[in-house]
């Protein structure tokens, strides 16, 4: 990591022995890598992503900007680097994809999956997730999904009001 700074940890998992696995136990332990730390800035709230392998994510739904404590929808359309919505995703760790999200001021994590099932088909490339925004304040929401046996990554960041 080339990148100095403090930053922090997450890890997240089941107890085998738990009675309701819908709520997975979250740890954070924060540390340091010495080197430069020149602090950029979180990229102002948007609706699209480029991932590094041309793919392009957009955030389809309404509103854009959700209140605290709603449950709110957030629906992502993948594209092909070619334009063309993705119709199938590969299984990635047992979805069709991850989404993590940070508090870019409190540090708070949150991790979702989709709602669409493995093995349906993506309706105009999109996947959709559920999400309860804890606080006001901008949120990098950071999206993985598989294709063509390669993890793709698109961040977006999201201001709760």
């Known amino acids: 990591m080339t990148d100095g700074g403090a930053y922090r940890m997450f890890a997240e998992f089941v107890p ?3 009675k309701d696995a819908r709520h997975p136990v979250v740890l954070g332990v924060p540390f340091s890598v ?13 609706a699209e992503a480029v991932t590094d392998t041309g793919f392009t994510v957009v955030r389809t739904d309404e509103p854009t900007r959700p209140a605290p ?34 508090h870019t001021m ?9 709602l669409e099932p493995l093995g349906a088909p993506l309706i105009d490339g999109e996947l959709t997730f559920q999400a309860v925004f804890a606080d006001r304040g901008e949120y990098r929401l950071f999206l993985e999904f598989s294709h ?11 201001a709760v009001a």
């Open 69 to 102: 404590m709603r449950p709110q929808a957030l629906r992502f359309a993948v594209r092909a680097p070619d334009g063309t919505p993705v119709r199938t995703l590969d299984p990635h760790l047992g979805a069709y994809g991850h989404m993590t999200g940070f």
């Open 148 to 158: 063509g046996g390669k993890v793709h990554t698109a961040a977006v960041t999201v």
């Open 106 to 114: 409190l540090l708070s994590a949150t991790h979702l999956h989709p």
């Open 34 to 46: 010495p080197g430069d730390t020149t602090l950029l800035p979180v990229p102002a709230p948007g």
């Open 16 to 18: 085998r022995d738990t």
